[in-house]
């Protein structure tokens, strides 16, 4: 048996899902999902199982939005236990420059959320995207773990 692994960029998830949401507003019922059932479906049959599902994110600095995010997030681990994991990152300020005037000023810069800073993206042999790449970076990927 073939277990798999779910990877998720949750930034670009959520982005991705607002994008479709201002086309179709029924895509919101989306923000709100069991991410283990939802890949379940994609990967279930065959020789193949859905082992876990990883969650990359940086907690928004809205602090409703990060309340959502965590009810989200309990909901998922609640329902799924260990099959469901979330990895969290900080932002950190990013120093910027203004082209007019050459005045200082900070920005919010996500970091660590990445998924190529997870040792154990690394050694897999096969990668998978289910919804597309920004920047060079996989939003939701898989890996197979033969055993």
Known sequence: MERVTVYIDGFNLYYG??????????????????FVKFFDHFIGGGNKILQKVV??????LNIQKRNRQRMLFLANKLLNGNRFEVIEGKFYDKLQICPKCQSQYTTPEEKRT??????????????????????????????NNKK
Do not use: H
């Not at 899902?17 to 069991?34: G, H």
């Not at 969650?55 to 928004?60: D, I, K, L, M």
């Open 55 to 60: 969650y990359f994110t940086t907690p928004p």
């Open 114 to 143: 990445n998924l190529s800073n997870d040792p154990r993206w690394f050694p897999e042999q096969y990668r998978y995207t289910i919804f597309g790449k920004r920047r060079q970076r996989p939003c939701a990927a898989t890996r």
């Open 17 to 34: 899902l607002r994008r479709m949401k201002a086309v179709d507003n029924d895509w919101q019922k989306f923000y709100w999902i069991d």
